[in-house]
């Protein structure tokens, strides 16, 4: 196997800073994109390779021809990207790792658990902030223990803005996530879209309001836990009953193929200005309630999200070469366990 690892979408910020923590823990990155000027600026940072592909399908065949050893794929919407991405890593038994946090892109990597695990290649998928910080803290309160009855997961990311685009992956997942969903009785349904609003006081004092959002931390914590009620919400949801009453008629327009990818190509082209972290840490939370009534409530204390979602794909990277994973289809914390968490710079607090 190659030691190389492949960073699609190579200029754009998560591909950025995963290709930085990269080149910290010495290990040879190359950089995907369409763009040879802004691929060779990005390397620039991390001095890191290059190569040019002009679509998803030229990347695939590049991925074919030159057998790298992981792919890191960055470039969303994740459930148009990674279905040809996985392929063409399945092809040459290449690694895959990709920052999917939405029901649909992660079910879509799961459904390809048996293929993966017969190809004898990982694929790791929710590998940003969202997903492992809030995993891991369910992972690390449920080691040992029989399943619990019910989770709920709150994600309070900080994260500083830089000026630019949007982009195609956080609108794809914010807008695949537009119908609530829950786990209910070990089966996802519906639910109302940024409902269950609790008021939260972090561990450093300050407090946030976190919402239901039907991120991929729903799917992670399920499979992490075996709990039949799974709930999960964010600081990043309104809870305003104005929004929550526009929901329903939004959500049944973006049900048109047509229209959602239409939506995702125009709202990912809305520049935002540059802003400063909010706060000082970004935050796992998680509470988990057992069938006899016990409750247990811990926290995974990190910094700049943004800084974390590249330092997970690069740790999960180096421990693929290694030979440290499994064949089949995992989120982070499934297959390497909640000390990920803490190897990429959290810190647990537990109650």
């Known amino acids: 196997m190659s030691a190389q690892i492949w960073v699609l979408g190579g200029t754009g910020r998560s591909g ?13 990155a190359v950089l995907v994109g369409r763009d040879a000027k802004r691929l060779h600026a990005a390397a620039e940072q991390s001095a890191a390779e290059t190569l040019v592909a002009p679509s998803l399908a030229a990347a695939a065949s590049e ?3 030159q057998r790298p050893g992981v792919v890191i794929n960055t470039v969303g919407p994740f459930t148009a990207t990674a279905p040809a991405v996985v392929d063409a890593c399945r092809d040459v038994r290449c690694h895959y790792i990709d920052l999917a946090n939405d029901v649909a892109a992660l079910s879509a990597v799961f459904d390809m658990h048996d293929a993966a695990t017969r190809a004898g290649h990982t694929l790791v998928t929710g590998a940003g902030f969202g997903v492992t910080a809030t995993e891991s803290v369910v992972v690390k309160l449920c080691e040992g223990r029989p399943a619990p009855l019910r989770v709920r997961v709150d994600m309070v990311p900080s994260l500083a803005m830089e000026e630019g685009t949007v982009g195609e992956a956080l609108i794809g997942t914010l807008l695949g996530g537009l119908e609530g969903r829950r786990i209910t009785e070990g ?21 946030v309001t976190t919402a239901s959002m039907p991120l991929g931390e729903l799917l992670a914590a399920q499979r992490a836990s075996g709990a039949r009620h799974v709930l999960s919400a964010s600081s990043e949801a309104p809870s305003s009953f104005v929004i929550r009453a526009m929901m329903p008629a939004v959500s049944m ?7 959602r990818s239409f939506t995702v190509r125009r ?23 057992w069938p006899d009534g016990e409750t247990r409530e811990g926290w ?7 800084e974390y979602t590249g330092a997970v794909p690069a740790e999960i990277a180096r421990r693929l070469l290694a030979g440290e994973g ?3 289809a995992y989120t982070p914390a499934a297959l390497f366990g909640p000390a990920l968490a803490e190897s990429c710079g959290g810190e647990y607090l537990l109650a």
Not at 16 to 28: C, S, Y
Not at 194 to 204: I, M, N, Q, W
Request: charged share 25%; glycine share 8%.
């Open 187 to 207: 089966r996802l349904t519906r639910a109302q879209m940024f409902g269950d609003a609790v008021r939260l006081t972090l561990p450093d004092g300050s407090q």
């Open 16 to 28: 950025r800073a995963i290709a930085a923590q990269l080149a910290q823990r010495g290990l040879p």
């Open 267 to 289: 709202l990912a082209r809305v520049r935002v200005k540059a802003r400063k972290r909010p706060r000082d840490h970004s935050w796992g939370h998680a509470t988990i309630i």
């Open 326 to 328: 499994s064949p089949g």
């Open 300 to 306: 995974l204390r990190l910094g700049d999200a943004q």
């Open 253 to 259: 327009l973006m049900r048109s193929e047509w229209l």
């Open 63 to 65: 991925i074919r021809r």
